[in-house]
């Protein structure tokens, strides 16, 4: 565990699992920008350190990066040990999943180990992460816990059985909690992004040029990138909304959308 603080902290714990370059690192801006300590957590650790130091830097905040495989359970539990002895966790953000390859695969050729790690880290992972932070959350009466899916989560793709199946089964999840958790205070939600994520725009609006943005076309689609600062955003709205009018999925895109793009 790693931290660079600032003052102490004012609110609770957002937890955000699955912290990449792109949306993950900006949903952690966002929360740690309102105030929030935040765990960032994935399996790189010397990336997420660096993640942690460049967030608490800029935003003057409290980040502490974890090291968690999301697909070994004894990781999940050890990794949100360090997480609980923070204080209570008040959002849990899930946004990790296992990249698959970007053309599709022939369901014949997909190996059995390959489809069991991605449904792992897609729905097990998920299952045990809010197993995790939910008895507080009750404890409480309050907590936020918000699955990021895709268009995968919506429709079978042929040639991505791996990924398909593992968000139909978050989205189910996310579903089933927000019917059992929501009377008692905490707020579920599923964010379907529907579309390539791209890296976040500069001051002038300019990109670089993305890995997604070269191979989107294997994807079937093309055209604007989504801005992850953007879209942090809406994470940042979900958790914000008042109780008595709180969302449990939506549906993000680009304006230039076009359909089956699955990867975030």
Not at 72 to 86: P, R
Not at 160 to 172: I, N, V
Request: charged share 20%; aromatic share 8%; proline share 4%.
């Amino acid at each position: 565990m790693r931290s660079m603080a600032s003052s102490g902290p004012t609110k609770g714990i957002a937890a955000i699992v699955g912290v990449g370059p792109k949306l993950g690192r900006s949903i952690a801006r966002k929360f740690a920008h309102e105030g929030y300590t935040v765990a960032i957590l994935a399996r790189d650790l010397g990336r997420l350190s660096r993640f942690a130091d460049e967030i608490a830097r800029e935003e003057k905040a409290q980040v502490f990066a974890i090291r968690i495989d999301c697909s070994d359970t004894k990781s999940i539990k050890e990794a949100f040990e360090g997480v609980l002895s923070l204080g209570f966790v008040e959002v849990l953000v899930y946004n990790a999943y296992q990249q698959v390859s970007w053309h599709p695969t022939n369901f014949t050729d997909i190996r059995l180990d390959s489809f069991e790690k991605s449904l792992a880290v897609s729905s097990t992972g998920a299952f045990h992460c809010a197993q995790q932070v939910l008895p507080g959350m009750v404890e409480r009466g309050k907590g936020t816990i918000l699955f990021t899916g895709c268009s995968a989560s919506l429709n079978g793709i042929a040639g991505f059985s791996e990924l398909c199946c593992g968000k139909f089964a978050l989205r189910a999840l996310s579903q089933c909690l927000a019917k059992e958790f929501q009377p008692m205070g905490v707020h579920v939600a599923h964010v379907i992004i529907d579309g390539v994520v791209g890296p976040p725009r500069g001051p002038s609006g300019s990109r670089r040029t993305s890995f997604g943005e070269q191979h989107q076309q294997s994807l079937g689609g093309g055209g604007e990138l989504m801005d992850p600062d953007s879209l942090a955003q809406t994470y940042w709205h979900l958790h914000a909304q008042d109780r008595s009018a709180w969302t449990q999925e939506i549906d993000l895109h680009p304006s230039t959308s076009a359909h089956h793009r699955i990867l975030y």
